[in-house]
T-cell receptor
Framework: DAGVTQSPTHLIKTRGQHVTLRCSPI?????VSWYQQVLGQGPQFIFQ???????GRGNFPDRFSARQFPNYSSELNVNALLLGDSALYLC???????????FGPGTRLLVL | AQTVTQSQPEMSVQEAETVTLSCTYD???????LFWYKQPPSRQMILVIR??????QNATENRFSVNFQKAAKSFSLKISDSQLGDAAMYFC????????????FGTGTRLKVLA
């Protein structure tokens, strides 16, 4: 079975631009979570979606938004990019809201 | 506030030897899970092992085992017969379940395996 997939793998943007990151969960999984991992640190929680509804939000500004589609895939959107948004963005899926999360390979975002 | 602390930024182990990575956490919950994830240079986060807090028996997965001390809120990872492929960042994680379900990660321990 395919694991969690994310696209694109790498992305370079300039300050002020907008970016959309995509995630497809493991087949049968209904929950998707997004994390930001700055180099040298542990991942920080951004959002969790379950059954297409937002179930949790971390301490990130309103420039960050997300949604989940009927097929349970998800998008993370970041507006007005700042240099500090440069990070690895990880998507994780789980079968249900409180089950073990399995991570995708991540999207590396560089903001210049 | 729930926190996860990994006090060892870096550890080294000789190939075939055993190493233990430490993790402490803070929670007011009585039933929860704890996880160890491995992140190699590719940066893919890979689940190594998980422990259910209500189980007294320590979890084991092949060469990986945990020493779970619930009263002390300690959750260490023991890697036996270390292999070169074990070299990676290791993160301890605790799922915060009050209100929002999210993983809280420690700062990680970089494990070097010496040939």
């Amino acid at each position: 079975d395919a694991g969690v997939t994310q696209s694109p793998t790498h992305l370079i943007k300039t300050r002020g631009q907008h970016v959309t990151l995509r995630c497809s969960p493991i087949s049968g999984h209904k929950s998707v979570s997004w994390y930001q991992q700055v180099l040298g640190q542990g991942p920080q929680f951004i959002f969790q979606y379950y059954e297409k509804e937002e179930r949790g939000r971390g301490n990130f500004p309103d420039r960050f938004s997300a949604r989940q589609f009927p097929n349970y895939s998800s998008e993370l959107n970041v507006n007005a990019l700042l240099l500090g948004d440069s990070a690895l963005y990880l998507c994780a899926s789980s079968g249900a809201l409180w089950e073990t999360q399995y991570f995708g390979p991540g999207t590396r975002l560089l903001v210049l | 506030a729930q926190t996860v602390t990994q006090s060892q930024p870096e550890m080294s182990v000789q190939e075939a030897e055993t190493v233990t990575l430490s993790c402490t956490y803070d929670t007011s919950e009585s039933d929860y899970y704890l996880f160890w994830y491995k992140q190699p240079p590719s940066r893919q986060m890979i689940l190594v092992i998980r422990q259910e807090a209500y189980k007294q028996q320590n979890a084991t997965e092949n060469r990986f085992s945990v020493n779970f001390q619930k009263a002390a809120k300690s959750f260490s990872l023991k890697i036996s017969d270390s292999q070169l492929g074990d070299a990676a960042m290791y993160f301890c994680a605790y799922p915060h379940t009050s209100g929002t379900y999210k993983y809280i990660f420690g700062t990680g321990t970089r494990l070097k395996v010496l040939a």
